[in-house]
């Protein structure tokens, strides 16, 4: 490699970066936020077992699941606006990458409320405690401590998904490194440019995890 | 009679486990109930808590009655803030140290101040003799010591009666002792216990009544000395003849 490429590598950098800092870790973060609030809902009306809600979740679960994120993000953002729904491509973004979460990360979270043994529900009754109680102190801190490493590899993947909203003109990572691969021509090394800093808050994410987990090995 | 209970039936699927059992316990008595393996003993205990919803039953508890198959859940809430249960697997919240183990109940489902609940769960764990444990995570503490924090959990909250399922059935033999022990205390003490046990020897002498089941039924109940030395039905017979004999090992 000659030192022009180096220097457009060096140039670039910040110039992929900060979209990286702007743009994919907020939409990430905030995406991610509030898929699991709509996960966490989504499995407690099922476990529950809330009649009627408890079918809209599954449904809405299985439609999510079973469509490409890249279609569900140009229905929301393309095809929304024929309806007379028109959203900017941030918020269309969020949407879509918080209902993806939402619907993967809960099942996820129903899987990890339904491993608590039975035995701990029928104790918190027991001593007294009402269904949410049990919920909110015995069963979901369990089933998290559980979820975590699998929620973990969500939000490690919503990192990269995220790059996906470059297809309706959200100006992350991915879009600024497409913009500067066209002009200078040097494709192969932007594109190894954007895939090593895409990789760089991956390892931090997952550094932050290994963290994490050993300070919640205390039960 | 401090509870009662009439006529209770139970059936899974087809099968009926429970095939109209009365029992009763007065303030203060100890009543062992002791039978084979798949008698419904588990399951009686777990009817009289709502555990497990009985098909039929009568139950009186404090003088007001109840039909136990149409018990509405702030009732069963209200007896079960009145009584205490110790599982045979213990069932210890996992994510709780020994100490908020046994506050829990106090704290959240009783709204008792935190600092008035950390005594007296303190003073529950001294008595079963694990004062200086509390702070450990159950997976830190052996079964025995596990199980005597379920029996402090069970007795802090000032039960009118405590149900105990085979306490000391999931415990390595060396550790049995030191749960009875505790449960002899508790006896001693005047507390209204009904416990479910194989352990012979405790069954008898710290009981003033006990049950034999069998089949989903009470076969025989009396005083202590009627039932093991005196047994009157051919079943209570052969199935002491085999617990002493050994047959079967812990039954
Ligand atoms: N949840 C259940 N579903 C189906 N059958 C059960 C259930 N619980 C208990 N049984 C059956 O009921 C019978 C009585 O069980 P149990 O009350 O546990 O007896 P014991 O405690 O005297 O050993 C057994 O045959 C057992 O297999
Ligand atoms: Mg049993």
């Known amino acids: 490699m000659n030192d022009r490429v180096w220097q457009l590598l060096l140039d670039s950098f910040w110039q992929i970066l900060l979209p990286g800092i702007r743009v994919t870790i907020p939409l990430t973060l905030v995406s991610f936020a509030l898929g699991l609030i709509i996960a966490l809902i989504t499995a407690m009306v099922q476990v529950a077992n809330i009649p009627v809600v408890k079918q809209i979740a599954r449904f809405y679960v299985w439609v999510i699941r079973g469509t490409p994120l890249l279609v569900q993000l140009f229905v929301i953002f393309y095809g929304l606006p024929s309806v007379g729904i028109i959203l900017d491509a941030i918020p269309s973004a969020i949407i879509v990458f918080s209902f993806n979460t939402g619907a993967y990360a809960s099942e996820t979270i129903r899987a990890a409320i339904e491993a608590v043994p039975v035995g701990q529900i029928e104790a918190g009754y027991c001593v007294g405690m009402n269904y949410l109680q049990i919920m909110a102190r015995i069963v979901l801190p369990q089933a998290l401590r559980t979820a975590f490493p699998p929620l973990s590899n969500s939000l490690i993947g919503l990192v990269k998904d995220t790059s996906l909203a470059a297809n309706i003109t959200v100006a992350e990572m991915f879009l600024a490194g497409q913009r500067i691969a066209a002009r200078s021509l040097e494709v192969m090394a932007i594109y190894c440019e954007v895939a090593f800093i895409y990789l760089l808050f991956c390892t931090v994410l997952t550094k932050l995890q290994t963290y994490c987990e050993k300070r919640m090995n205390t039960y | ?251």
């Open chain 2, 1 to 251: 009679m401090m509870l009662e209970v009439k006529g209770i039936e139970k059936s899974f699927d087809d099968r009926k486990v429970l095939k109209g059992v009365d029992i009763k316990v007065g303030k203060g008595d100890v009543v062992t109930i002791i039978g084979p393996s798949g008698s419904g003993k588990t399951t009686l205990l777990r009817c009289i808590n709502f555990l497990e919803r009985a098909d039929a039953g009568e139950m009186i508890f404090d003088e007001a009655h109840y039909r136990m198959d149409a018990m509405t859940k702030r009732d069963i809430a209200a007896l079960r803030r009145k009584t205490g249960f110790v599982f045979q697997g213990y069932n210890l919240f996992r994510n709780k140290t020994a100490l908020q183990n046994v506050t829990e109940g106090l704290v959240i489902a009783r709204k008792v101040p935190k600092e008035a609940a950390r005594n007296a769960g303190l003073r529950a764990l001294e008595k079963v003799g694990l004062a200086d444990r509390g702070d450990a995570y159950p997976h830190q503490l052996s079964g025995g010591q596990q199980q005597r924090v379920a029996i402090a959990r069970a007795i802090v909250t000032e039960p009118e009666v405590i149900f105990f399922d085979e306490p000391t059935s999931a415990l390595d033999p060396e550790l049995v002792g030191e749960v009875l022990s505790v449960m002899r205390d508790l006896a001693a003490e005047g507390r209204t216990m009904m416990i479910v046990t194989h352990e012979m020897q405790f069954a008898r002498h710290a009981a003033n009544h006990v049950v034999f089941m069998d089949d989903g039924q009470i076969v025989e109940e009396g005083r202590p000395e009627e039932i093991f030395e005196n047994p009157r039905e051919e079943r209570t017979k052969k199935f002491l003849q085999t617990v002493r004999e050994g047959f079967g090992g812990k039954l």
